[in-house]
């Protein structure tokens, strides 16, 4: 099926299942212990062995020596895997970095070795024996001894990495009113539940990995060009995923190295990266510097964006594409954006969720409330004052629908915002700070062409397969939804099976294009299957309804599984798309509302109360919507004020390498999360006329509870995270 134009009517408007607030289908499994998981598949492969990664012990410079030999004599081990005897390895197309080190060692902790045993322990310590002598060079690790003054060519996958529009230094050298800081947001981790894990086996030349992978089309392709496999003779199996936040994008070294693994030590083999291991080892999200201006007249109005952003990665890495949500976000004729790139010798930086929106948001809207206060205007004012119905740099591109201003006025409303102290540090509830902050939110709204097969059985059951996953998100339900809104069926009566490659193609679950797409997809498999049911039953396809397990047509009405009574019916289609996208700026917009109590003794910081208000066309679910809203809330809290990475600059690491080093929030640091949706629809976007939601959830979430501290305490912090050592000192006295 192919959309090119915007939508009138739909099956999907009906929504007796889609838009309802169902539970995931899949819930079940998951709190009885059933779901199976990566690692867990012990029944697929007999003999199963072991593997067990040596990371490297610096971050930059040359093996000279490595001796296996004492550990291949070690009890139980298989094999031992270097880049001395595995072979030649590729690179994948989205990530740069390379699985295996040997000779070059690109950056600490990646992978010189794997070890083949029996039994976890025995590979393990068998590792330990391994003698590696290394060649050390003098590396480069700290961004802000490394930023280069040129920025880079602008053809980066996310966009352009510099824009300019109109004239920006003479607009922004006249304005009247100016605000020219730096912020910095340090290197995230992903830090999800479920390591990153596979289970891979060979049949022949034929392989079969149960991985955790968010992306299986790309998992397939990039595994193919690391291990030298035609992309037809993989399959990847992903049912389930313990959370990746774009940390599994694609294929890391857990599924190539236990496909590399398994083939040199000729038996099954079942790796998982130690919780050590994955900081180093694996992508995070890169430290940037970005440097804000805003010029803008007394009116509030913005004469000048300008906004250069500094991050560092690995050879031919990209930048962190912070500058995306300020090219969309606030109306200015005068604009100059920037992204710079310096070569550092860490692990590779990548996606993380909301790639570019989250950290750049972060700078943006601590700059738009310091320029607020500088105006002495309300910065929800300030804001819908600067709001636009158009693509900033492209005025004859109009968004396909941004109720930006309903947002900011709802999400006041809802807030009680009126009683923001206007004075900071002016509002004490005992010992504590009170103070009150916002943000904007915007995040772009991609959808890609994803497919589906849709089966109706003789028992007019509905079973649809494609090989979108589900990282906790709720894809398994919202799939079963629109198959039973477009098939008349009750949702129980629906069974979706994904994260196969043998099933149809879908971008998978990343840059939260997945809910959008594929529920297109499943669309169009649907209707092929309504038209095939209405030529089994003679019914005519223009004047038909599918509802209550039953087609109807004018005065008949039959059961469902009537049309399959001589055998299943089996289709297969897609979503393809025109220019939609060209034609019109696809995004989803919200603001964000946060409420901090600041300890006037020690500088901590507790988070009160918080609210999101998006709109992200049609809400597919609203649990699973809510869910994910809060989810990326918490993860703003996180990095608001306790999320870095430390960097050692003397020897190239991340040193907090683990959960109990790297601080995310736990649930004494989350408090009532109150989420709303504007009610909208987008029928540029597809025939489900839907858009993703849950990167929107966190863009803009950690500058409303740094710009909520600010307005406790006096004291602004632009280096995040925001944390009591930053502000202890310039704290109001206690009265």
Request: hydrophobic fraction near 40%.
């Amino acid at each position: 099926m192919r959309f090119d134009t915007p939508v009138g009517s739909t099956p999907i408007d009906r929504q007796t299942v889609i838009g309802r607030a169902h539970p995931r289908v899949e819930g079940p499994l998951k709190v009885t212990g059933t779901a199976r998981y990566a690692a867990e598949h012990h029944e697929v492969a007999e003999n199963v062995a072991y593997g067990y990664i040596l990371g490297a012990a610096i971050a930059r410079g040359q093996i000279d020596r490595i001796d296996i030999a004492t550990a291949l004599a070690a009890p139980g081990v298989r094999a031992v895997v270097t880049h001395e005897n595995v072979g030649p390895i590729g690179i994948g197309k989205f990530y740069v970095q390379r699985v295996l080190a040997g000779p070059r060692v690109d950056h600490y902790h990646q992978a010189v070795a794997v070890v083949v045993a029996d039994t976890f322990e025995q590979a393990r310590a068998a590792a330990a024996l391994i003698l590696v002598d290394y060649c050390r060079e003098q590396g480069r690790f700290d961004l802000a001894g490394q930023k280069p003054q040129t920025p880079i060519a602008p053809d980066e996958p996310s966009g352009p990495a510099i824009t300019s529009v109109g004239r920006f230094e003479p607009a922004f050298a006249a304005a009247p009113v100016t605000v020219d800081e730096t912020y910095t947001v340090p290197d995230q981790a992903h830090a999800m539940m479920e390591p990153h894990a596979t289970i891979a086996r060979w049949d022949g030349d034929k392989l079969t990995c149960w991985t955790s992978i968010q992306q299986i089309n790309w998992g397939v392709r990039d595994l193919g060009l690391i291990t030298g496999t035609p992309k037809e003779n993989i399959r990847l199996i992903s049912s389930f995923i313990g959370g990746g936040f774009g940390g599994k994008g694609t294929t890391q070294s857990d599924l190539a190295l236990a496909a590399l693994a398994a083939r040199v030590a000729g038996r099954p083999v079942k790796l998982a990266l130690q919780r050590p291991l994955m900081f180093n080892n694996t992508i995070h999200r890169p430290k940037t510097i970005q440097r804000i201006r805003l010029g803008a007249g007394r009116d509030g109005r913005l004469l000048a964006i300008g906004h250069d952003s500094w991050s560092g990665n690995l050879q031919g890495g990209r930048t962190e594409p912070t500058t995306l949500p300020t090219r969309l976000l606030y109306r200015g004729e005068n604009r100059l954006l920037r992204r710079y790139l310096a070569t550092l010798d860490l692990a590779e930086g990548n996606a993380m969720r909301a790639p570019g929106e989250a950290p750049g948001m972060m700078a943006l809207e601590i700059a738009m409330d310091e320029l607020a206060e500088k105006l002495g205007m309300d910065p929800v004012e300030l804001r819908i004052v600067n709001d636009t119905q158009v693509d900033p740099e492209k005025p004859a591109r109009r968004f396909s629908t941004r109720p930006f201003v309903e947002c900011l006025r709802t999400g006041a409303e809802r807030f009680g915002w009126a009683r923001r102290p206007t004075r900071p540090a002016s509002r004490r509830d005992g010992r504590w700070l009170i103070g009150m902050g916002m943000a904007s939110a915007i995040r772009g709204a991609p959808i890609s062409k994803a497919g589906a097969r849709v089966l109706l059985g003789r028992d007019g059951t509905i079973t649809v397969e494609t090989d979108m996953t589900d990282i906790g998100t709720g894809s398994y339900t919202i799939v079963a939804q629109t198959a039973a809104e477009m098939m008349g069926v009750p949702l129980d009566r629906v069974v979706a099976r994904l994260g196969d490659s043998t099933f149809p193609e879908t971008p998978g679950s990343g840059g939260q294009q997945g809910a959008a797409s594929v529920t297109a997809g499943v669309y169009a498999a649907c209707a092929m299957l309504r038209d095939r049911v209405t030529q089994r039953l003679g019914f005519d396809s223009t004047e038909v309804t599918f509802a209550d397990s039953r087609v109807h047509s004018g005065g008949r009405s039959v059961p469902l599984a009537e049309a399959a009574r001589d055998g299943e019916i089996v289709v297969e289609d897609s979503m393809e798309y025109g220019n939609l996208k060209q034609r019109f700026a696809q995004q989803t917009v919200g603001a964000h509302f946060a409420e901090v109590a600041v300890d006037a003794y020690t500088g901590a910081v507790r988070v009160r109360r918080m609210l999101a208000v998006c709109a992200a066309g049609r809400i597919l679910n609203p649990t699973t919507a809510r869910s994910q809203v809060i989810g990326g809330m918490t993860m703003g809290i996180g990095a608001a004020l306790m999320e870095e990475m430390a960097v050692d600059t003397r020897f190239g690491f991340f040193v907090n390498h683990d959960l109990a080093g790297y601080e995310v929030p736990v649930h004494a640091d989350v408090p009532h999360l109150d989420v709303h949706f504007i009610d909208e629809v987008d029928a540029t976007m597809s025939p489900v006329k839907a858009k993703g939601v849950g990167e929107l959830g966190l863009s803009g979430v950690a500058p409303a509870i740094a710009n909520a501290v600010y307005n406790a305490t006096g004291v602004r912090v632009r280096e995040y995270p925001v944390t009591l050592d930053k502000h202890l000192e310039k704290l109001p006295g206690i009265a």
